[in-house]
Antibody, heavy 123, light 108 residues
Framework: QVQLVESGGGVVQPGRSLRLSCAAS????????MHWVRQAPGKGLEWVAA????????DYADSVKGRFTISRDISKNTLYLQMNSLRADDTAVFYC????????????????WGQGTLVTVSS | SYVLTQPPSVSVAPGQTARITCGGN??????VHWYQQKPGQAPVLVVY???DRPSGIPERFSGSNSGNTATLTISRVEAGDEADYYC???????????FGTGTKVTVL
């Protein structure tokens, strides 16, 4: 069965960096696009970033463009989110999520989600 | 960017039918996806492409989409259906996915 397990969250000061990881199993990781979606405390869902199945294309929400970088390591079946210049309004639970399209352009919806990792940006 | 509007809350008695709307400009021309999120848990896809159900999702969950409104219908509501529900589409103007504001379903 598909499993996505995020890690790397924690408390970080404004302006600092953090890297999130998402370990994938139960499916052929190299054949599916992947996403990060976040949810601020008590708020709704916000898509953050996407990466194509082969890793050549990345896409970002305007709110994080230039500060966050999504990447993937096929050999480790792991998705990453490098977050730089963190701000208080980046405080959220970050979920990794799988795109349903096999070996094609991402469909930009999310058929499996991890349990999330909490990032708190505070001095 | 494209705005998806959902009612903040819907209340329904057990065994009755809950209808959750998702309003957007000409949303009928888009594919709508719905997620269920129970407290403290990750979202779960319950309907995709307007009206298809992933494997393992009960037939009680159904979707429709026309004009300016998409609807998620939960028939024969159970206590375990109490959750937040979000609609989501692809916004062609921003080239990004967009989520609705979310609806809290309360089972009376």
């Amino acid at each position: 069965q598909v499993q996505l397990v995020e890690s790397g969250g924690g408390v970080v000061q404004p302006g600092r960096s953090l890297r999130l990881s998402c370990a994938a199993s139960g499916f052929t990781f190299s054949r599916y696009g992947m996403h990060w979606v976040r949810q601020a405390p008590g708020k709704g869902l916000e898509w953050v970033a996407a990466i194509s199945y082969e890793g050549s294309n990345e896409d970002y929400a305007d709110s994080v463009k230039g500060r966050f970088t999504i990447s993937r390591d096929i050999s480790k079946n792991t998705l990453y989110l490098q977050m730089n210049s963190l701000r208080a309004d980046d405080t959220a639970v970050f979920y990794c999520a799988k795109d349903p399209t096999d070996s094609g352009d991402p469909d930009y919806y999310f058929d499996y989600w991890g349990q999330g990792t909490l990032v708190t940006v505070s001095s | 960017s494209y705005v998806l509007t959902q009612p903040p809350s819907v209340s329904v008695a057990p065994g009755q039918t809950a209808r959750i709307t998702c309003g957007g400009n000409n949303i009928g021309s888009k594919s709508v996806h719905w997620y269920q999120q129970k407290p403290g848990q990750a979202p779960v896809l319950v309907v995709y492409d307007d009206s298809d159900r992933p494997s393992g999702i009960p037939e009680r969950f159904s979707g429709s989409n026309s004009g300016n409104t998409a609807t998620l219908t939960i028939s024969r509501v159970e206590a375990g259906d109490e959750a937040d529900y979000y609609c989501q589409v692809w916004d062609s103007s921003s080239d990004h996915p967009v989520f609705g504001t979310g609806t809290k379903v309360t089972v009376l």
